[in-house]
């Protein structure tokens, strides 16, 4: 409010200087040069008005000279002086007045922008404050759930344990027993086979716990590999079904030379559980035919093993189920065993795979054949 007042009374005062001075002393030389006073607190406080005021100031400089002297250019050329003055002080404070704005306005965004940059580092602290707890929480049910596991697999173990050394030592007398009194007791007929058939079931048992116990060691990467002769192990196979008591089969393998694969100790395992699965699940003459073959397959060598057998053979239904474990396969009355999911195991464990087909293509009811293939190592 002060400002007009303190304006109007700046000019009023320049006003009267310039009439007292013209009028007492006759000049117009130094009074003129106070005029600027308010063209410039004019183009301070209200910008455009400086011009105003200074054509006002102007006009009041002519007026006098006039009224007072002679007709001269020099009031008309100091008025145009006081205009041109005023113009430029007033755009200059119009243009400052302009980048002032600007620079509020400047300013003020970029306040805003911090504001906003604020609240989005907080926003996102939070969010990693957040993350951080959900991950703190996931680490710590997921250590409950490892040391959950390791007591399951520690007590796991403890179970195979139990039931590799207790009960097949259990298994083991009761054979023991049970041979002793076939050979002292010497029955024949059905009294025989109430012995015999006992023997048969209690030798299966003592297999599927040696195979259980395989499996547990195999897994757990217990045996490291090693370099194996597949033609040695074939042999060994050979040899160990063929006098199978109590059935007529042939094995049929013609011996190979030094065929090395990365396995273990339990590769044996493998193709005995094949010959086995064939013996036990067929009845009558049986012949089994191994071969040994070497293939190319994406530039890295196999050795392919191929076991068949003039069984009953195996449908289209159940080749998709022969290699599953006892958890995957729920139809418990047809699964064909625990042996041929140790052979999966332990052939995926050798980096090879294993599959099963007819030995005729089409009909599955003249035997299968089982085809084991094997990375080359020489």
């Not at 007791?185 to 030798?203: A, K």
């Given at each position: 409010?002060w400002?007009?007042v303190?304006?109007?009374?700046?000019?009023s005062v320049?006003?009267?200087?310039?009439?007292?001075?013209?009028?007492?002393?006759?000049?117009s030389?130094?009074?003129t040069?106070l005029?600027?006073?308010?063209?410039?607190?004019?183009?301070?406080w209200?910008?455009r008005?400086?011009?105003?005021?200074a054509?006002?100031?102007?006009?009041?400089?002519?007026v006098?000279?006039?009224?007072?002297?002679?007709?001269?250019?020099?009031?008309?050329?100091?008025?145009?002086?006081?205009v041109?003055?005023?113009?430029?002080?007033?755009?200059?404070?119009?243009?400052n007045?302009a980048?002032?704005n600007?620079?509020?306005?400047?300013e003020?965004?970029?306040?805003?922008?911090?504001?906003?940059?604020?609240?989005?580092?907080?926003?996102?602290?939070?969010?990693?404050k957040?993350?951080?707890?959900?991950?703190?929480?996931e680490?710590?049910?997921?250590?409950?759930?490892?040391?959950?596991?390791?007591?399951?697999?520690?007590?796991?173990?403890?179970?195979?344990?139990l039931?590799?050394?207790?009960?097949?030592?259990m298994?083991?007398?009761?054979?023991?027993?049970?041979?002793?009194?076939?050979?002292?007791?010497?029955?024949?007929?059905e009294?025989?086979?109430?012995?015999v058939?006992p023997?048969?079931i209690?030798?299966?048992?003592?297999?599927?716990?040696?195979?259980?116990?395989?499996?547990?060691?195999?897994?757990a990467?217990?045996?490291?590999?090693?370099?194996?002769?597949?033609?040695?192990?074939l042999?060994?196979?050979?040899?160990?079904?063929?006098?199978?008591p109590?059935?007529?089969?042939?094995?049929?393998y013609?011996?190979?030379?030094k065929?090395?694969?990365?396995?273990?100790?339990?590769?044996?395992?493998?193709f005995?559980?094949?010959?086995?699965?064939?013996?036990?699940?067929?009845?009558?003459?049986?012949?089994?035919?191994?071969?040994?073959?070497?293939?190319?397959?994406?530039d890295?060598?196999?050795?392919?093993?191929?076991?068949?057998?003039?069984?009953p053979?195996?449908?289209?239904?159940q080749?998709?189920?022969?290699?599953?474990s006892f958890?995957?396969?729920?139809?418990?009355p047809?699964?064909?065993?625990?042996?041929?999911?140790?052979?999966?195991?332990?052939?995926?464990?050798?980096?090879?795979?294993?599959?099963?087909?007819?030995?005729?293509?089409?009909?599955?009811?003249?035997?299968?054949r089982?085809?084991?293939m094997?990375?080359?190592?020489?």
């Amino acid at each position: 409010m002060w400002k007009p007042v303190a304006l109007l009374l700046v000019i009023s005062v320049t006003a009267l200087i310039a009439v007292y001075v013209n009028i007492c002393n006759n000049t117009s030389i130094v009074y003129t040069h106070l005029f600027y006073v308010p063209i410039i607190l004019a183009s301070i406080w209200y910008r455009r008005l400086a011009l105003l005021v200074a054509v006002c100031l102007g006009i009041l400089h002519v007026v006098i000279n006039l009224s007072l002297n002679s007709f001269t250019y020099e009031p008309i050329i100091r008025a145009v002086f006081f205009v041109i003055v005023g113009y430029f002080a007033s755009s200059f404070a119009e243009s400052n007045f302009a980048l002032l704005n600007r620079s509020r306005a400047s300013e003020a965004k970029i306040w805003g922008i911090r504001d906003e940059l604020e609240e989005l580092v907080e926003e996102r602290t939070r969010e990693l404050k957040n993350a951080n707890e959900s991950l703190r929480n996931e680490i710590h049910a997921k250590r409950q759930v490892e040391k959950a596991l390791r007591d399951a697999r520690d007590q796991a173990e403890l179970y195979v344990d139990l039931i590799s050394h207790d009960i097949g030592n259990m298994n083991q007398a009761i054979m023991g027993y049970l041979e002793i009194a076939l050979a002292l007791i010497n029955p024949r007929g059905e009294e025989r086979d109430l012995i015999v058939r006992p023997l048969e079931i209690i030798n299966n048992s003592s297999k599927l716990i040696g195979n259980v116990r395989k499996l547990q060691r195999a897994q757990a990467g217990e045996i490291p590999p090693e370099a194996c002769d597949l033609g040695e192990v074939l042999s060994e196979v050979k040899a160990s079904y063929s006098r199978v008591p109590g059935r007529d089969v042939t094995i049929d393998y013609a011996p190979a030379g030094k065929r090395t694969v990365m396995a273990n100790e339990l590769l044996k395992d493998v193709f005995s559980n094949i010959v086995e699965n064939s013996i036990k699940h067929s009845s009558g003459p049986l012949t089994i035919s191994i071969g040994l073959a070497t293939m190319q397959r994406d530039d890295a060598a196999y050795y392919v093993v191929s076991i068949e057998d003039n069984g009953p053979g195996i449908s289209d239904a159940q080749k998709k189920k022969v290699f599953m474990s006892f958890s995957q396969n729920k139809e418990k009355p047809t699964r064909r065993g625990f042996g041929l999911h140790l052979v999966k195991t332990l052939v995926e464990i050798y980096k090879g795979s294993v599959w099963v087909e007819d030995r005729v293509p089409g009909d599955h009811t003249k035997g299968c054949r089982f085809v084991v293939m094997l990375p080359s190592r020489g």
